[in-house]
């Protein structure tokens, strides 16, 4: 009588389940990751113009530096709240998140950046705004909108842009990626009743005497 290796006993079957779940590690480590490609270029670009902007006058003679640790000319300036905020998260997110997401390319990290930054090119604008609007008592701004500003919106902009592109590819590919694991599921299902359905004595007959 011969000895018929069924499905479960089948060696290929057994090295299968033994790397099966290495496999699936891997595939989980590389679906958090993003691939920036040609739009690394672009980001760093954006970072340095980010950075650039806080040594460029964001008002006057204040520069963004300078309104971030409130120096004597941010003081002269009068800014107002907004104008702090906006070069608060400038450091938080488009030079921060941003030079974190490039060097971890982690697709969780990036979503952080790109929040943030959004946020960021709003808070711009309103900056931008205050420049040129009365404050407390109908005081004009001793001074409008300098170039670091100008410079900062730019950037924080340039890096919305393409980090909404590099994340929008990645979720794409994540939907793709769900939809083959439950088609391999499906058919791994499917595969499984069959061989549930068969006989056990269609192979058993064949190998018994005639």
Not at 16 to 32: I, N, P, S
Not at 58 to 70: F, K, P, Q, R, Y
Not at 90 to 105: D, E, K, M, Q
Request: hydrophobic share 50%.
């Amino acid at each position: 009588m011969n000895e018929h290796i069924g499905p479960a006993q089948s060696p290929a079957g057994g090295q299968f389940a033994a790397y099966e779940a290495d496999l699936r590690a891997a595939e989980k480590k590389v679906a958090g990751e993003i691939d920036p490609g040609a739009r690394a270029l672009m980001v760093a670009v954006g970072i340095l113009l980010a950075m650039l902007s806080l040594v460029l006058p964001h008002t006057g003679d204040a520069s963004g530096i300078e309104v971030l640790a409130s120096g004597a000319d941010a003081d002269a300036a009068h800014l107002n709240i907004t104008s702090r905020i906006f070069v608060f998260m400038l450091v938080i997110f488009p030079i921060g998140a941003s030079a974190a997401a490039l060097l971890t390319r982690r697709w969780v990290v990036a979503w952080v950046a790109l929040c943030g930054t959004a946020v960021t090119c709003v808070a711009g604008m309103l900056a931008w705004w205050s420049r040129h609007t009365p404050g407390v008592g109908g005081v004009e701004p001793p001074s409008g909108v300098g170039i670091g500003l100008v410079l900062g919106e730019i950037a924080a902009l340039l890096l919305a842009f393409h980090w909404a592109r590099i994340v929008w590819a990645r979720s794409t590919y994540h939907l793709a990626l769900e939809e083959e694991r439950r088609r391999e599921a499906a058919e791994r299902d499917e595969l499984a009743r069959v061989l549930q359905s068969r006989p056990r004595s269609a192979t058993g007959d064949e190998d018994g005497p005639h």
